[in-house]
């Protein structure tokens, strides 16, 4: 039972601290499930995130179920889930609640241009810490520059770009291009 409550306050705490979305997630993941309660290496804590993108749902909630999950089977996804959950629902009530009053005072603007700019910094830190873990070697750093431009350039689904991305790295793997084990 301890466990299942530090899930779900270890999550609450996530989804109470991180504003723009499940990117903006990503460097108080690390911290929190890998280097702080060690639920989960940095490789799986990618994985979650990648399947996470391809599922249906909030990639920040899809990421606590599966970490939950992993941790504590089904009560584990269903804490994680709702510790995730919780602080926006809380969150989002209040703000709807008194928002309306004060939405067109130059403050309030100012505030949330500060907080978007803030998210663009975290969401940069999050992917160089990720790069610098995923692109290990030359077939890598190909893959990571065709999903970028496949990805700007295209109208293509994230998801069936994750796909495509994961069958390239089977391909790669299957016919031994890549020249080392992982």
């Known amino acids: 039972m301890k466990e299942l409550v530090n899930l779900f306050f270890a999550f609450a705490r996530i989804g109470a601290f991180t504003f723009g979305g499940g ?3 990503l460097p108080m993941l690390q911290k929190e499930i890998v280097e702080k309660n060690h639920w989960a290496t940095e490789d799986e804590i990618m994985d979650y995130y990648a399947i996470g993108q391809c599922t249906p749902g909030i990639i920040a909630v899809n990421t606590a179920t599966f970490v939950g999950y992993k941790t504590k089977g089904i009560p584990g996804a269903i804490a994680a889930t709702l510790g995730m959950i919780a602080p ?9 609640a008194f928002l309306q009053n004060f939405a067109d005072l130059a403050i309030v603007k100012h505030a949330f241009n500060g907080i978007r700019a803030c998210v663009c ?6 992917v160089s810490k990720l790069a610098q873990k995923s692109v290990v070697d030359k077939i890598c ?7 970028l431009v496949l990805s700007i350039f295209t109208p293509l689904s994230p998801a069936l770009i994750v796909i495509l991305a994961g069958l390239a790295g089977l391909i790669v793997k299957r016919t031994g291009l890549s020249g080392g084990e992982k």
Do not use: Q, R
């Not at 809380?90 to 703000?95: G, L, M, Q, S």
């Not at 910094?121 to 999050?126: G, S, Y």
């Open 88 to 96: 926006s629902i809380v969150i989002i009530t209040v703000i709807a």
């Open 141 to 147: 750093l190909a893959i990571c520059i065709a999903v």
């Open 121 to 126: 910094v975290l969401i940069l830190n999050a």
């Open 23 to 25: 990117y903006a997630m």
